[in-house]
């Protein structure tokens, strides 16, 4: 059983891994002695105390790291030194922010921006044999029984959201690709709490957690980000499907889930 840590070793935080505010981890450092695990907690040496959790990947990519992206003011290709806890539940990055690296002009990963998964934006319903009379809705009402393919990130040629409960849905799978965390539903009774008042707009629908900061956000969900009404809100976070405004005016942060998706189904592709 290892006992020590090891390392260093390095990781470069390329344009892909940008996108979803992930790590790359190299999947090498698991074997049988080392079980691959879920989860793995991010420590900085130069900063006691501070820690990112996020979820391992069987392609090497470690999500829920904006907190480190935000720390190390990552905006473009950077190599982070790190080393790793005896049970590879840890990891630790050793790189000085005062010295973190650029890589060389012409030694950079090249990032291919044709690459995007081609993925027909509109679904397909598939007709089915109708089943036997059941005990479901559909059966009593004698419906037609139609395929609906489930939300998954390799799925978007052949799903679509339907309403805004699917946008809820959708940030839920995909939430460690950003820079916020799901924490609750804005009830009444939870804004009554915070003292924020209803008067003269409409309520926000959720409350999020801003990953570096530990910050309680107000977001609002919508279809498309041209549905979005400023003089109606007071929120911080736009969750939407597209980002199709064309007036930007009053719109707060805006996070569209579609591009996130396509990258993540990209990324897992690639992996297989």
Known sequence: MLDE???????????????????????????????????????????????????????GKLSGQAAVHDLYEIDGDIDL?????????????????????????????PVDTESEAKLPAEAQEAQV????????VLDRRMLRHIHFEP????????WSPQTETDIYLVFGVLQESTKYEYCCGASKEVLNRLGYSLAEITKPDAILIRRASQEYVLAECKMRSKDYKP?????????????DAAERDG??????????????????????
């Not at 003089?231 to 980002?243: H, K, P, Q, S, T």
């Open 81 to 109: 030194e790190y080393r790793l806890s005896p049970d590879g539940t840890v990891v630790e990055i050793t790189t000085p922010l005062s010295e973190a690296k650029r890589p060389q002009v012409g030694l950079a990963t």
């Open 129 to 136: 044999p109708a089943a036997p009379v059941g005990d479901t």
């Open 251 to 272: 719109l707060p942060e805006v996070i569209a889930l579609r591009p996130i998706a396509r990258e993540v189904a990209r990324q897992d592709f690639e992996a297989q």
């Open 231 to 243: 003089n109606n809100y007071d929120v911080d976070v736009l969750v939407v499907w597209e980002d």
């Open 151 to 158: 939300f998954r990130p390799t799925n978007l040629d052949v």
């Open 5 to 59: 840590w090891s390392g260093p070793y390095t990781t470069r935080v390329s344009a892909s891994y940008r996108r979803l505010y992930a790590l790359g981890i190299s999947t090498k450092h698991w074997s049988g002695q080392r079980p691959r695990p879920d989860r793995i907690t991010v420590r900085v040496a130069e900063f006691p105390g501070f820690e990112a959790e996020g979820a391992y990947q069987a392609n």
